[in-house]
Structures are given as structure tokens and as C-alpha cells.
């Protein structure tokens, strides 16, 4: 099993420009959730999912959106980039639900100039 | 307001000891409780949960306590290694949610020197 993978690992965009953050698992799990990591502020939730198109927001949602038109996959998309959103982003899985123990994947690095 | 929070100092820990983070938290009923290891570059791995009526949980090396009157957690590692650096997080999932939401601390950087 590879896992939560996440592409791609680093990415720079300009002001603007929009882009979809890719991740994908294989361990058949329900749920899958983005966050968004910056220093000394944690992991902040963006959107989540309980399952195939099913989808929810988090605590930080403005500015990007989802989708999950299959158990495997949940894109990240940055809508039109503002240097705000500059920050490491993972995306995680869990069997069921948000009580469950996380997978994460290894993040994608974004910068936004 | 509702607030988890953890030593955002780093803990300098001589190798052979035991390390000991804490997880404080204010406003929040937690069902659960979850510890995650976060090593440079690299996504958090989970390591433990704990139960709101649960007192203490341990695997291998790791122990985790949770006080719901104190509101707070305690993570121990025994023993020490210098492998054992890293960030640790702790995460709460409210009961009073639909249990969809975590809430991650900040993190406590370990680091265990030789």
C-alpha cells in the first residue's frame, strides 16, 4: 500500500493563478480531510470528507474548494492564489470518521508570490 | 473561547530520561484524545488515543494520561533515545461534535540529546 500521497511536493504561483493540490489514498478509507500547517499555528482543518461526494467545511475553507467524486481521491483547489495561503498543506485519511487514528500524507510546500 | 494548547518551547531532554510534554485545553469536552509524532518535512504519525473515561494509556516506550478535570494530557516517553526528537501533536476530537472535526495543538518540538 503507498499510503496518502499528495502531489506535488513543492509548488510556486504567483498571485492569481489557481491550481489543484492533488491527493489520493489506497487503504479504502471513508474519510478524508485537507489541512493547511503554518508556524505556531498547528494543523487548521480546510474541508473534509465523510465519504464519496460528500463533502464539508473546516475551520479555514475560504479561498479553496473541494471535491470527491471517488472514495480514492479529494483535489485541494486553490481558487485564485493570494500570498496568505502560502503555507505546507497534508491531506489525511481515516477509516470512518474524524475519531479514528489519521494517515497522513507527506505535504506539498506552497508558495504564493 | 476554545483553546488547546502545548509548550511551544522546545524540551531538551538528556537521553536515558523521560520526557514529558503537556497538553493543556480550555472550553472543549473531548471525546478523544490522539498523540502524533511530526518529524521535519514529513506529515504527523499517529501514536496513541485515549478515551474521555480513560485514565491512562500505554504502548511500548509511550504513555499517555488524561486529566477531563484538569483538562489536560500528558505524553511520556521512557527511556529517552536521541531517535525519539521530533515534534509531537496532540489533537482533540469534541463530543459535542459529529467527531468529523479535530483540533490540533501547535506541537512541542523534543529534542534528546546523547
Known amino acids: 500500500n503507498a499510503g496518502v500521497t499528495q502531489t506535488p511536493k513543492f509548488q510556486v504561483l504567483k498571485t492569481g493563478q489557481s491550481m489543484t493540490l492533488q491527493c489520493a489514498q489506497d487503504?479504502?478509507?471513508?474519510?478524508m480531510s485537507w489541512y493547511r500547517q503554518d508556524p505556531g499555528m498547528g494543523l487548521r482543518l480546510i474541508h473534509y470528507s465523510v465519504g464519496a461526494g460528500i463533502t464539508d467545511q473546516g475551520e479555514v475553507p475560504n479561498g479553496y474548494n473541494v471535491s470527491r467524486s471517488t472514495t480514492e481521491d479529494f483535489p485541494l483547489r486553490l481558487l485564485s492564489a493570494a500570498p496568505s495561503q502560502t503555507s505546507v498543506y497534508f491531506c489525511?485519511?481515516?477509516?470512518?470518521?474524524?475519531?479514528?487514528?489519521?494517515?497522513f500524507g507527506p505535504g506539498t510546500r506552497l508558495t504564493v508570490t | 473561547s476554545q483553546k488547546i494548547e502545548q509548550n511551544s518551547e522546545a524540551l531538551n531532554i538528556q537521553e536515558g530520561k523521560t520526557a514529558t510534554l503537556t497538553c493543556n485545553y480550555t472550553n472543549y469536552s473531548p471525546a478523544y484524545l490522539q498523540w502524533y509524532r511530526q518529524d521535519p518535512g514529513r506529515g504527523p504519525v499517529f501514536l496513541l488515543l485515549i478515551r474521555e473515561n480513560e485514565k491512562e494509556k500505554r504502548k511500548e516506550r509511550l504513555k499517555v494520561t488524561f486529566d477531563t478535570t484538569l483538562k489536560q494530557s500528558l505524553f511520556h516517553i521512557t527511556a529517552s533515545q536521541p531517535a525519539d526528537s521530533a515534534t509531537y501533536l496532540c489533537a482533540l476530537v469534541p463530543s459535542y461534535s459529529s467527531a468529523s472535526k479535530i483540533i490540533f495543538g501547535s506541537g512541542t518540538r523534543l529534542s534528546i540529546r546523547p
Open positions: 487503504m479504502n478509507h471513508e474519510y
Open positions: 489525511a485519511s481515516s477509516y470512518l470518521t474524524g475519531r479514528d487514528e489519521q494517515y
